[in-house]
Antibody, heavy 117, light 109 residues
Framework: EAQLVESGGNLVQPGGSLRLACAASGFTFSGTWMSWVRRAPGKGLEWVANIKQDGSETAYVASVKGRFTISRDNAKNSLYLQMNSLRAEDTAVYYC??????????WGQGTLVTVSS | DIVMTQFPLSLTVTPGEAASISCRSSQSLLKYNHLNWFLQRPGQSPQLLIYLGSNRASGVPDRFSGSGSGTDFTLKISRVEAEDVGVYYCMQALQTPITFGPGTKVDIK
């Protein structure tokens, strides 16, 4: 059974940076597309980014392009999200999700990012 | 981008009764119906219920069913139980950006 554990969420000032991490186990991480999804307070789910098995392809939602970078380390079974130039509207719980059988079939418990001065 | 809409946005159901949520995509999700349904219970992370339009995920009770094709999809709960409260989302995975519907909040009477 897939297990995903996010970390790195914190309170950060507008314009600041943060790096989220997701530790994966229970499945073949190197063979699986991975994604980050967020849910802002009072809002619905928003897909943020995904990355191909070998890291050769990435995609982002328009609102984070140029500011966020998704990456992975298959040797460490880990997924990352580098977030720069953070804005108040980036405040959300960030989830990592795997796509073993189908898109976003397993999710972590989430990590809270708060952007505020 | 593919826009996903859902209706109703809110639903209150009596335990044991049936419930139905509709989802519409702005473009056809093609032959394989790249449409998934998720439930996010209060305080929990989202859980996959249905994938490729009509396939129940592992461990999901058979009172949940998905149907539809092209641009119109439906999630049905045959007999709602107290544990089914939460927000239900449809999501298209045909192309990036992956997009979700706004969510349907289900409460129990």
């Amino acid at each position: 059974e897939a297990q995903l554990v996010e970390s790195g969420g914190n309170l950060v000032q507008p314009g600041g940076s943060l790096r989220l991490a997701c530790a994966a186990s229970g499945f073949t991480f190197s063979g699986t597309w991975m994604s980050w999804v967020r849910r802002a307070p009072g809002k619905g789910l928003e897909w943020v980014a995904n990355i191909k098995q070998d890291g050769s392809e990435t995609a982002y939602v328009a609102s984070v392009k140029g500011r966020f970078t998704i990456s992975r380390d298959n040797a460490k079974n880990s997924l990352y999200l580098q977030m720069n130039s953070l804005r108040a509207e980036d405040t959300a719980v960030y989830y990592c999700a795997s796509s073993v059988l189908t898109t976003l079939d397993s999710w972590g418990q989430g990590t809270l990012v708060t952007v505020s001065s | 981008d593919i826009v996903m809409t859902q209706f109703p946005l809110s639903l209150t159901v009596t335990p044991g009764e049936a419930a139905s949520i509709s989802c519409r995509s702005s473009q056809s999700l093609l032959k394989y119906n790249h449409l998934n349904w998720f439930l996010q219970r209060p305080g929990q992370s989202p859980q996959l219920l249905i994938y490729l339009g009509s396939n129940r995920a592992s461990g999901v009770p058979d009172r949940f069913s998905g149907s539809g094709s092209g641009t119109d999809f439906t999630l049905k709960i045959s007999r709602v139980e107290a544990e089914d409260v939460g927000v239900y989302y449809c999501m298209q995975a045909l192309q990036t950006p992956i997009t979700f519907g706004p969510g349907t909040k289900v409460d129990i009477k």
